[in-house]
């Protein structure tokens, strides 16, 4: 079973050992297996269960049975995980974005319609890549460091956080199509003034 779906590993290991009559198993642990764990213990469906104290944690489960037979009889999982459902543009409500701040109407070009329709069969037929970079930030660590005892006395902590979020605003003015949605009708560009970050105009 893939790792990429942990709960619907949790149920496998579970269901097999049951079906092998085992005594207790022992599954990768996380928050909210612990949270299943202690539900499923409190309504009675097992022993109990252990997290074990390693360098990856586990979680050891103590099976109930009943004549023979095992308490839980199934466990099965309803939702699929990383479920994208697509919207043709039919479907896609109409947002006012100008309640949120000014914007600009900027009328799609021949050639950017054209070009939309074939990223966005790009984006359903593609991998999508996405690239990260390596930025030296000593210089913004010793500033931050340098504002700890000020923001202290305000009862505050600089994170890099606050200077990321910066970054992104003045990246987002320069390059203003980031900052951007599509109309209902695919006709219109929705330029948007503001940014969510300080929801304050730019």
Not at 60 to 67: A, D, M, S, T, V
Not at 84 to 104: C, L, N
Request: one cysteine or more; hydrophobic letters at 40%.
């Amino acid at each position: 079973m893939s790792m990429q779906d942990p709960i619907a590993d949790l149920f496998s290991r579970l269901n097999n050992a049951q079906a092998r009559q085992k005594t207790s198993v022992v599954v990768p642990s996380s928050k909210f297996k612990i949270s299943l764990m202690t539900l499923l213990q409190n309504k009675g469906y097992i022993e109990s269960f252990n997290v074990t104290d390693n360098d990856k944690p586990e979680i050891e489960i103590k099976l109930r049975y009943f004549e023979g037979a095992p308490v839980i009889k199934e466990l099965k999982r309803i939702s699929k995980p990383g479920l994208r459902q697509y919207a043709g543009k039919e479907e896609m409500p109409e947002i006012d974005f100008s309640k949120f701040g000014p914007v600009e109407i900027q009328p799609l070009s021949r050639i950017k319609k054209k070009t939309g329709i074939n990223l966005h069969r790009s984006w359903l037929n593609l991998p999508i890549v996405t690239h990260h970079d390596e930025a030296d930030i000593t210089e913004l660590e010793y500033f931050r460091k340098s504002l700890k005892d000020e923001a202290a006395k305000q009862g505050v902590r600089v994170t890099a956080l606050a200077f990321l979020l910066r970054a992104s605003a003045v990246a987002i003015r320069k390059h203003p199509n980031f900052n951007s949605s599509l109309t209902v009708d695919c006709e219109n560009l929705v330029l948007k003034k503001y940014h969510m970050f300080y929801q304050k105009p730019l």
